[in-house]
Structure formats: C-alpha cells, structure tokens
C-alpha cells in the first residue's frame, strides 16, 4: 500500500482536530507562556502514538522542563520513549532531521522553550521528511498568544491553557492558526494535578 492510499484510508473518517492523525505530515507548535498546558498537551498525542505501536522521540534541552516521573505517571512508556538532551535550539533540530530522516519515527517533539528559533531552512527540511514519512512534528515553545510563529511552514499552532477545577486541571488547547480546518476550534481535556497540588 503506498503512503497516498494511507492517507486515504485515514481521510475516510475526518480525525479529531488535536489528534496524532490531524497531524501527520505536519509542523505543528504549541505555545504557551507561564504555567501552561503545552507538556500536557504534548504527552497526550505521545500516549495515542505508543498506543498505536509508533515509536516517539522527545528533544529537549539540557534545561528542559521534561521529568521522567510526570510523563511515567501519565501512562507513557519510557523504556519505549527516545529521550534527547542538546544544548540549543539548532542542535535539537539536527537531532529531529537525523531521527525523522531513519522513517523510525512517528512522532518526534522538540521542546525548544523559549529559545524558540528555527531557520526557514531547518523548517522546510523538517516538513519534507514529516510528509516523507507520515511523521509529526510537534514544536513546544514559550511565547504568548499574540507573538509571531515559528515560521510560515507551522501547519498548526495553539496556545495550550491550563485552569484549576476542583483538583483536577482543564487543559485547554485553542487554535491560533490552522492552515488545514482553519482557527478558532479549542479542545479541552481534562488531568488530576501531579501528586501535593490535588
């Protein structure tokens, strides 16, 4: 079966608007500023990836907010979980070209914090091979709703929103811009807080 009678099949069914199937073959960036839902939302889509079998590589830098225990605590894998530490924004987009180049990968996050600048070029490579190989990028940056974008080759970008309820967390995702169903939809999940803020 080629990759365009895949894409297809899954075309079939219209996927859910924050799902590993709406964003394959895309560069996508979740951003938030402050005490936000980006990580959460960004383990959500890796748990769907290691709940279909595909491998999931996550690039962060050296002083990245990624903690084993958390992501473990939210039912990922992390024997299955690729982990890379880099000290900057261009080595983890290196990193990213090498495993998405191997066809390995389903999924790949860059954690870039606010160190969030990726050149046109590094932008368009990453495209080329997440649509080569039916792949997702998902981009975790530290910006407010109203600035700029990584870059025109974002397919999709939200803003993820956290609130308290009760000892539990509403993250909310709503979109900024979405070159394929177009802005405005918000997805909202709900989480319990990690243990001491219930």
Do not use: N
Request: proline share 4%; glycine share 10%.
């Amino acid at each position: 079966m080629t990759l365009d009678e895949l894409r297809a099949l899954r075309g079939a069914e219209a996927p859910e608007r924050w799902s590993l199937a709406a964003i394959r073959g895309r560069l996508v960036e979740l951003s938030a500023r402050g005490a936000s839902g980006t990580l959460t939302a960004a383990v959500e889509i890796v748990g769907e990836a290691q709940g279909q079998g595909e491998p999931v590589a996550w690039l962060t830098l050296g002083t990245g907010t990624f903690y084993p225990p958390d992501v473990a605590d939210s039912g990922i894998d992390l024997e299955a979980l690729v982990v890379v530490r880099a000290p900057d924004a261009t080595a983890i987009a290196r990193a990213a070209e090498r495993l998405l180049r191997s066809g390995a990968f389903g999924l790949v996050v860059l954690d870039l914090g606010a160190q969030a600048e990726l050149s046109m070029q590094i932008q368009g490579r990453l495209v080329t091979l997440a649509q080569t190989h039916d792949a997702a990028i998902v981009c975790l940056t530290e910006k407010s709703g109203d600035s700029s974008s990584l870059g025109s080759l974002v397919s999709l970008r939200a803003e993820a929103l956290r609130a308290r309820d009760h000892g539990e967390f509403c993250v909310t995702l709503r979109a900024l811009k979405d070159k394929r169903r177009g802005p405005g939809w918000a997805h909202t999940v709900k989480r319990r807080g990690p243990a001491g803020l219930t």
